[in-house]
């Protein structure tokens, strides 16, 4: 993306951006919207994987179980990944992550590890040409999920 589209694009998440939505300027490169969703499973049809991509906090993916539960993300084009933000299911509920990681097409794996139900984790990438992020729950508590997962693109020179 050019420098003269993104100042645009900038301006208008700025605009359109609200307290309850994830959309702040120091993420105007998150490309998880552009990618297909796909999950293990769903505790039911309000528990979507869309829900993981919709910057929407109070939206949540939630898996029946605790155990080996991923969501998928697939891109039409490979990307360049700076970082991946992970932020953990945020209800009331006691659902917290015990093991997991990330996946990457290239055949990459950075192991995540915990995140306590309302936590985040930070997974530095910086990887060119990737397909797909698949995040694997191994273990964790009640009906484990995501309420977001951004992918941060990175500059490519």
Same mark, same amino acid.
């Given at each position: 993306?050019?420098?003269? $589209?993104l100042i645009p694009i900038i301006l208008l998440i700025s605009l359109l951006c609200t307290p309850s939505i994830i959309c702040s300027q120091s993420f105007p490169d998150n490309l998880a919207g552009y990618a297909d969703v796909t999950v293990s499973d769903e505790y039911n049809y309000d528990y979507s994987g869309y829900n993981a991509i919709d910057r929407q906090r109070q939206s949540d993916w939630a898996a029946r179980g605790a155990r080996n539960k991923w969501i998928?993300?697939?891109w039409?084009?490979?990307?360049? $990944?700076?970082?991946i933000k992970l932020i953990n299911r945020q209800t009331g509920v006691f659902d917290p992550i015990n093991s997991s990681e990330?996946?990457?097409s290239d055949g990459s794996i950075f192991y995540v590890g915990t995140i306590k139900t309302h936590g985040r984790k930070l997974i530095n990438i910086n990887r060119e040409g990737i397909f797909w992020v698949k995040y694997l729950i191994h273990s964790g508590v009640n009906n484990v999920g995501?309420?977001?997962i951004l992918v941060i693109g990175a500059d490519t020179k």
């Amino acid at each position: 993306m050019g420098k003269k $589209i993104l100042i645009p694009i900038i301006l208008l998440i700025s605009l359109l951006c609200t307290p309850s939505i994830i959309c702040s300027q120091s993420f105007p490169d998150n490309l998880a919207g552009y990618a297909d969703v796909t999950v293990s499973d769903e505790y039911n049809y309000d528990y979507s994987g869309y829900n993981a991509i919709d910057r929407q906090r109070q939206s949540d993916w939630a898996a029946r179980g605790a155990r080996n539960k991923w969501i998928l993300l697939n891109w039409p084009y490979p990307i360049n $990944i700076s970082f991946i933000k992970l932020i953990n299911r945020q209800t009331g509920v006691f659902d917290p992550i015990n093991s997991s990681e990330l996946i990457l097409s290239d055949g990459s794996i950075f192991y995540v590890g915990t995140i306590k139900t309302h936590g985040r984790k930070l997974i530095n990438i910086n990887r060119e040409g990737i397909f797909w992020v698949k995040y694997l729950i191994h273990s964790g508590v009640n009906n484990v999920g995501l309420s977001e997962i951004l992918v941060i693109g990175a500059d490519t020179k």
